[in-house]
């Protein structure tokens, strides 16, 4: 099933938190990762993965809705990211440890089957977690990022152009050009991002910059040391492809070649002028097709 649509990007919000009491602390294989969890125990849940730089605030928009709607909604941050434990070592940083920390999450937290959510940062948890344990994810839902296989094994020439910050980030330079200034060229450079206090808050703390966002390019893309990516099993659960028009770093290619390894039921959806956190900047759109596309799923699931 393929079903391409178009909508627009609509919505304003004022919320500026989460709230505290919805907050845990969780070990995911020696590290404590703060995680929010909010809904019924029992109810279906939805597994959100947010980009970097950013916490789990990138969801601050959705998780009314996704309650409401009838869901339990857990956010778990990446290790560095938010209220997560921020260790010096690099290595500990790269996407495969991003996907075992999050299977030990909803281990830890006794979650057998879910939905997974993400973009950025998070779309490498949330495609591995379905790609290898298609018996416990019920359906994915991706932000502009498709199949890993389309985006790291052989990317498009449009596609290594748009991804050329990943190799600056790898010199020990950009981390000082980045603090120049009070963080003038990062804030050029996220010159569309609305949450930009909220990343610097984060970036300002002990080891913040590399821990949050820096050391994911260190462990995953490095040419000199990070692991040779293999690729990943055809994901066979039920998708819904989200893709922003206007993503400055994410081409339209990749869902060429990324639809070749998805081999289940898969949906579509271009929402336009939402750039590259579609949760985040365009929640309005987001909260009604996730909210629609969810309760298609668990219609199914029940038989109706």
């Given amino acids: 099933m393929s079903n391409a649509q178009t909508v627009p990007a609509t919505g304003t919000h004022t919320t500026d938190a989460l709230p505290a009491e919805n907050y845990k602390m969780v070990d995911a294989l020696g590290h404590q990762l703060r995680v929010y969890d909010e809904g019924p125990a029992d109810a279906p849940t939805l597994v959100m993965f947010h980009g970097a730089p950013h916490n789990s605030l990138e969801f601050r928009f959705n998780v009314p809705a996704l309650v409401k709607a009838g869901y339990r909604v857990v956010i778990p941050e990446h290790l560095g990211a938010g209220g997560s434990d921020r260790p010096e070592d690099a290595e500990l940083y790269s996407g495969y440890h991003d996907y075992e920390r999050a299977l030990a999450v909803v281990d830890a937290l006794g979650i057998d089957t879910f939905y997974a959510e993400g973009g950025d940062r998070g779309s490498l948890p949330l495609w591995m977690l379905a790609a290898l344990n298609p018996e416990r994810v019920l359906g994915l839902i991706s932000e502009n990022v498709s ?3 389309g985006f790291f094994i052989d990317p498009a020439l449009d596609q290594r152009k748009r991804s050329w910050y990943m190799s600056y980030f790898q010199f020990e ?27 610097i808050a984060d970036w300002e703390r002990p080891n913040g910059l590399k821990a949050s966002w820096l050391n994911w390019y260190h462990a995953t893309v490095n040419p000199d040391h990070a692991p040779k990516a293999e690729p990943l099993p055809d994901v066979t659960v039920p998708v819904l492809q989200l893709y922003s028009m206007n993503d400055p770093y994410i081409g339209p290619e990749q869902l ?10 898969f949906t579509l959806k271009r929402i336009g002028g939402a750039g590259h956190f579609i949760a985040r900047n365009a929640p309005d ?7 629609k596309w969810l309760g298609d799923r668990e219609s199914e699931r029940r038989g109706n």
């Avoid at 450079?189 to 990343?199: A, K, N, R, V, Y």
């Avoid at 060429?256 to 039921?265: A, L, V």
């Avoid at 759109?285 to 909210?291: A, D, I, L, S, T």
């Fill in 147 to 149: 199949h890993l296989n």
């Fill in 173 to 199: 330079a950009a981390e000082e050009a980045l603090r120049a200034n009070d963080w003038a060229l990062a804030r050029e450079f996220f010159d569309w991002h609305p949450d930009m206090e909220h990343i």
């Fill in 256 to 265: 060429i070649t990324g639809r070749e390894f998805i081999k289940g039921p």
């Fill in 285 to 291: 759109v987001f909260n009604r097709e996730v909210v």
